[in-house]
C-alpha cells in the first residue's frame, strides 16, 4: 500500500536524524525545480529525495517511541512515560477568532528523558477524568509532535489522542520519583524535571510581578542548602498559587520540590552557582512532620491598610526582637489595632517571616500592654548610621528634596511607578524610595516637612549607595 506524504516524511526525518522538516521541504523543492520541468508533485519529489539519502519507503514508520527518539514533525504516535508534573488549566481567546479554548501542560519521562504534552480543549479533563497523580505511568497515542516556543519538541494531544493509565509498570522499567529524586550537591549541569531535596536557609516570601503572558502573577522566593550547609541555591517558583504553598514554610523546614529544572545563575541575583526554577505545575513537599500553628505573642511597629483589598499591613516584633511581617483580614475581627499594641494571634500561614490572620480558622486579640516587652525605639537609628542591608529601620528626618516620581518598565514588559527624595538628620543624608503602591506615599512629601518613616528596608540603592525602601507595612507619619 502507497504511503500517503506525511508518513513519508514522518520515515525519513526518523532514519535520518541530521534532517530536519524545514530542510527536508527545501530538497523537495529543489527536485521539483531541477527535475520534471515542473511536472513533479512534493509528494513525486519526496520519492527522489529518499532515493538521494539511501532511504527506503516500504516499511511502516513506528508508533510507539521512546522519548529520547521523538522528533518533531512525527505524527500519530504512542509514548509511555511517568507523570513528573501536571500543570493547572489554561483558558485563552484564539487569536484568528473569539473563540475560547483551553490547553495544559503534562511532563512525563522515561529512563533516558523527559518531554511536555500539550492536552487540548476537552482533553484537558483528562488528569481529572483518571484520577491521575505525579508518579503515575501513562500512555499517551495518536499524538504529533511540534516544536514548542523553545525549539524544542512538545507532543500534542487533540481530540483523536487518547490517555491511558498503566496499572501494572513492572515491565517498562521506568525510575519511580523517588528514584529520581538528588540532593542539593548532586546538582551541576542545568537539566529539565527534576525532583530535589533540600532544607530551607532564608525567610521564604512570595512577590507579584507581571507574567510573559501579561497576567498578574505570584512567585516563591526561597533558598535551598545542603544537609551542611555548605552550598546555598536561589530558588523561585513561578506562577504559584496561595493553595499551592503548604501552611508552613519556614527556615530550617526540609522539602522536596518536585518538576523543577537547574539554570546558570544570574550573578546579579547570587552567588554564581547554579538556580533551581519551578512553575505552577511544582509540587512543594515538606518532608517533615507539620506541626500545629503557635500562637505568637507580637508589638505592632507600624500598621497600613492595602487599598486594593482592605487587609491591615503591619510590621510586629516578638520577645526576642525579630521582626514579622502581618497581613491581617479585618474584616474578619472586630478589634481595632493600633500602633505600640500588644497582640496575641492564631495565624492562618506563615510563610518565612510573614504571618497571615486572613481565614477563619485564625485569631487575634489585644493584650494588656503593661506586661514587659521589646519596644519599637529599638529600630530607631540615626542616618550615618544605617548599615545593615534588608533590616527594618525607624529614621526621623526632614524632606530635603521635591520628590521626584517617574515610571520604569520591568523585564516583563509591565509598566510600575517609582517616587524617591532625600531625607536628612543632623549626621547625614539618604534616599528614600519608594516602588509600586509605596511611590504614593513619597510623592505627597513636600519639601522641609519633619517625618518619622516607619519599618523601611536598608537597600543596596541603584548607584551602589545605601537607601531606605518602603515595604507594604511601610509608614510615613508627619512628627510635628
Known amino acids: 500500500m502507497t504511503l500517503d506524504y506525511n508518513k513519508m516524511i514522518e520515515i525519513i526525518l526518523e532514519e535520518n536524524q541530521e534532517l530536519d522538516f524545514d530542510k527536508l521541504k527545501e530538497m523537495i523543492e529543489e ?20 532515493a538521494d539519502l539511501g532511504i527506503s519507503l516500504e516499511k511502516s514508520p513506528k508508533t510507539e517511541y521512546k ?28 487569536r484568528d477568532s473569539d473563540q475560547e479554548s483551553r ?37 499517551v497515542s495518536n499524538c504529533q509532535v511540534k516544536s514548542g ?36 550537591d548532586d546538582l551541576s549541569t542545568p537539566k529539565d524535571n527534576l525532583v530535589i531535596v533540600g532544607n530551607i536557609s532564608s525567610d521564604p516570601r512570595i512577590s507579584e510581578f507581571t507574567n510573559s503572558r501579561g497576567e498578574h502573577s505570584k512567585s516563591l522566593h526561597l533558598e535551598l542548602s545542603n ?33 523543577v529544572k537547574t539554570k546558570v545563575g544570574n550573578p546579579n541575583f547570587g552567588n554564581g552557582d547554579l538556580e533551581i526554577h519551578g512553575d505552577e505545575g511544582t509540587v512543594i513537599e515538606l518532608l517533615e512532620e507539620e506541626n500545629p500553628i503557635e500562637n505568637y505573642i507580637l508589638r ?61 480558622d485564625s485569631f487575634i486579640q489585644v493584650l494588656n500592654n503593661e506586661q514587659e516587652f521589646p519596644r519599637a ?20 528626618a526632614i524632606v530635603l528634596q521635591m520628590p521626584n516620581a517617574s515610571e520604569v518598565n520591568t523585564k516583563s514588559g509591565e509598566l510600575i511607578t517609582v517616587a524617591d527624595t532625600i531625607v536628612g538628620d543632623d549626621t547625614g543624608e539618604i534616599r528614600l524610595v519608594g516602588w509600586r503602591e509605596n511611590s504614593s506615599l513619597v510623592s505627597q512629601l513636600k519639601i522641609g516637612e519633619r517625618i518619622k518613616i516607619m519599618a523601611a528596608v536598608a537597600v543596596n540603592g541603584r548607584e551602589g549607595n545605601i537607601e531606605l525602601s518602603l515595604k507594604p507595612y511601610s509608614e510615613i507619619v508627619q512628627v510635628s
Open 31 to 50: 527536485k521539483k525545480a531541477n527535475v520534471g520541468a515542473g511536472y513533479l508533485t512534493d509528494q513525486g519529489a519526496l520519492f527522489l529525495v529518499a
Open 67 to 94: 522519548i529520547k527518539d521523538i522528533f518533531i514533525g512525527a505524527r500519530d504516535i504512542t509514548i509511555i512515560g511517568r507523570i513528573i508534573t501536571i500543570n493547572p488549566i489554561r483558558t485563552f481567546l484564539k
Open 103 to 139: 490547553n495544559r501542560i503534562i511532563s512525563i519521562y522515561d529512563k533516558d528523558s523527559s518531554i511536555r504534552i500539550k492536552l487540548w480543549d476537552d482533553l484537558v479533563d483528562f488528569p481529572e477524568q483518571l484520577n491521575l497523580k505525579q508518579g503515575d505511568l501513562i500512555k
Open 149 to 184: 516556543l523553545d525549539n524544542r519538541p512538545i507532543v500534542n494531544l487533540g481530540n483523536s489522542g487518547s490517555i491511558d493509565l498503566i496499572i501494572d509498570d513492572t515491565k517498562h522499567h521506568i525510575p519511580t520519583l523517588s528514584e529520581i529524586t538528588v540532593t542539593i
Open 227 to 259: 544537609e551542611e550547609g555548605t552550598r546555598k541555591i536561589r530558588c523561585v517558583i513561578w506562577n504559584i498559587t496561595e493553595e499551592s504553598v503548604p501552611k508552613t514554610l519556614t527556615n530550617n523546614s526540609k522539602i522536596k520540590l518536585i518538576g
Open 300 to 360: 505592632v511597629i507600624s500598621k497600613r491598610i492595602d487599598k486594593n483589598d482592605g487587609k491591615l499591613l503591619s510590621m510586629a516584633i516578638d520577645r526576642e526582637s525579630r521582626p514579622y511581617f502581618l497581613k491581617i483580614n479585618t474584616k474578619l475581627f472586630e478589634t481595632n489595632i493600633d500602633y505600640d499594641d500588644i497582640i496575641e494571634c492564631y495565624p492562618t500561614r506563615i510563610l518565612g517571616n510573614t504571618i497571615e490572620l486572613t481565614e477563619q
Open 377 to 396: 525605639e529599638q529600630f530607631e537609628i540615626k542616618i550615618k548610621n544605617i548599615g545593615t542591608i534588608n533590616r527594618p529601620y525607624i529614621v526621623e
